[in-house]
């Protein structure tokens, strides 16, 4: 059963970094692209990372670029998001969403997410 | 980078309705268009993928269709629990963009 176990979200203060992690099971880890997905509070979903199964690509939203950074550890089948230069406008619930090794690439699985709260 | 926009953004139906929800990219993305489900608190949930291939354990009255730059979702015979949040996808290249999102009220 592919698992994904979002953690590490919670209260910051703006302009300070925190490190989300997503452990994965269920599945074989390096076959798989990896994504960082938000949703602000009452609002719709955004895209805001992605990185290769191989680790050999990163992808970010401008909305992030130069301030997030995504990253892999296969030895642990987890993917991590470290956030920096944290803005009040980041605060959203974080999910983790594997793309799929099919047609279009969906996102086929998802975490339950984790609360980034960015206080000013 | 490509843009997505749904229409409409919210919606009111009856169990039993069918409706259909339209999702327009920017620029051609060829079928890479998928649609997910959110309800309250929740997850999203990968509906239709493909534009029109339905994931699996989704029940058949979910539909999909279109490639290029239009497509559409329908729901034939709504059930209590498609009352939702509904989002568009492209997965055609990065930012992997969604649509605004759908929501569907009693």
């Known amino acids: 059963e592919v698992q994904l176990l979002e953690s590490g979200g919670g209260l910051v203060q703006r302009g300070g970094s925190l490190r989300l992690s997503c452990r994965t099971s269920?599945?074989?880890?390096?076959?798989?692209?990896m994504n960082w997905v938000r949703q602000a509070p009452g609002k719709g979903l955004e895209w805001v990372s992605s990185?290769?199964?191989?680790?050999?690509?990163?992808y970010y939203a401008d909305s992030v670029r130069g301030r997030f950074t995504i990253s892999k550890d296969s030895a642990k089948d987890t993917v991590y998001l470290q956030m920096s230069s944290l803005r009040v406008e980041d605060t959203a619930v974080y999910y983790c969403?594997?793309?799929?090794?099919?047609?279009?690439?969906?996102?086929?699985?998802w975490g339950q997410g984790t609360m980034v709260t960015v206080s000013s | 980078d490509i843009q997505m926009t749904q229409s409409p953004s919210s919606l009111s139906a009856s169990v039993g309705d069918r409706l259909t929800i339209t999702c327009r990219a920017s620029?051609?993305?060829?079928?890479?268009l998928n649609w997910y489900q959110q309800r309250p608190g929740t997850a999203p949930k990968l509906l239709i993928y493909?534009?029109?291939r339905l994931q699996g354990g989704v029940p058949s009255r979910f539909s999909g269709r279109g490639s290029g730059t239009d497509f559409t979702l329908t729901i034939y015979s709504l059930e209590p629990e498609d009352f939702a949040s509904y989002y568009c996808?492209?997965?055609?290249?990065?930012?992997?963009?969604f649509g605004p999102g759908t929501r569907v009220d009693i």
């Open positions: 969403a594997r793309r799929g090794n099919y047609v279009a690439g969906a996102f086929d699985f």
């Open positions: 269920g599945f074989t880890f390096d076959m798989y692209g």
């Open positions: 990185i290769v199964g191989s680790g050999g690509s990163t």
């Open positions: 620029q051609t993305i060829n079928s890479d």
């Open positions: 493909g534009a029109s």
């Open positions: 996808q492209q997965t055609y290249s990065p930012p992997f963009t």
